[in-house]
């Protein structure tokens, strides 16, 4: 029986796939509003074009967060069956995942702190973040900030229940051993083959067709060929020295009424 831990720890894995799916469509709704602003801010300097790699890696990381969520929930749905190689790949896949949301979110508060001064030709990062304060809906930042530590923590708590003791019994039980057959008892049947019926005192390999012959007689002649032919010539001679000495008595008879 699946202890409560690992259906929890399931749970918890496909809710940081939820949370990974709502980041990814918030940063894709508002990729058009930090491409403008980017552009703008750059527009006549020496970073002008800025812009598309800002959007080449939002993009990037969003179907990156996308493969991390869908292939856990994959690993949630295995390790409800108890197969211990989902489980390793789980603490694979869910450790990277904890590192790639921790830098994320190391950055992401790092760059709303950074201020920055403004050279001559480019604007200045604080400048740039309160354009996005003001074209960003007020919510943006914070719902972010908050999926982001609920991801972390739904993760974090999901690969420590995979590994507690009662986990490790249900992800390493015993497999079933083979046993040899109880003296007396049927073969076991082979794989995609029929099982022949056995009656008592008698093996187990299929009989004889009794369609084969009758009263056990073989399905041949038994009978000498040699004897069959001289029994056949024996019985025309017989018929023939008959019908030879009976001729001459009609004959004879004939005659002699003929003469009387």
């Known amino acids: 029986m699946r202890p409560g831990i690992v259906t929890i720890s399931s749970y918890l894995l496909i809710f940081y796939a939820v949370l990974a799916l709502i980041d990814t469509v918030i ?3 508002t990729l058009g509003t930090y491409q403008e602003i980017y552009r703008d801010a750059y527009a006549g300097t020496d970073a002008e074009g800025v812009e598309g790699v800002v959007v080449f890696m939002v993009v990037a990381m969003s179907l990156v967060s996308l493969l991390f969520a869908a292939g856990l929930v994959v690993l949630a749905l295995l390790n409800n069956r108890g197969m211990n ?9 869910g450790g990277i995942a904890l590192c790639c949301n921790g830098v994320g979110l190391t950055f992401s508060a790092a760059g ?10 480019v604007v200045s990062q604080e400048e740039i973040n309160r354009r996005l304060e003001e074209a960003v809906p007020s919510w943006h930042e914070p719902v972010l900030m908050l999926t982001a530590i609920l991801g972390i923590i739904a993760l974090l708590v999901a690969l420590i229940l995979l590994a507690l003791p009662k986990s490790n019994e249900f992800f390493r039980k015993p497999q079933q051993q083979w046993e040899p057959p109880v003296p007396g008892a049927a073969y076991p049947m082979a ?3 029929p099982a022949y019926p056995t009656t008592p005192g008698q093996p187990g390999y299929p009989q004889a067709d009794p369609s084969a012959g009758s009263s056990g007689q073989p399905g041949y002649p038994q009978a000498d060929p040699s004897a069959g032919s001289s029994g056949r010539s024996g019985s025309s001679g017989g018929d023939w020295s008959s019908g030879n000495s009976g001729s001459p008595d009609s004959s004879g008879g004939g005659h002699s009424g003929g003469h009387g």
């Not at 190689?85 to 896949?93: F, H, Q």
């Not at 709303?112 to 030709?121: I, L, R, T, V, Y």
């Open 191 to 193: 794989p995609g083959g």
């Open 27 to 29: 940063a894709l709704t």
């Open 85 to 93: 190689t989902a489980r390793i790949i789980t603490w694979v896949v």
């Open 112 to 121: 709303s702190a950074m201020g920055g001064e403004a050279s001559d030709d």
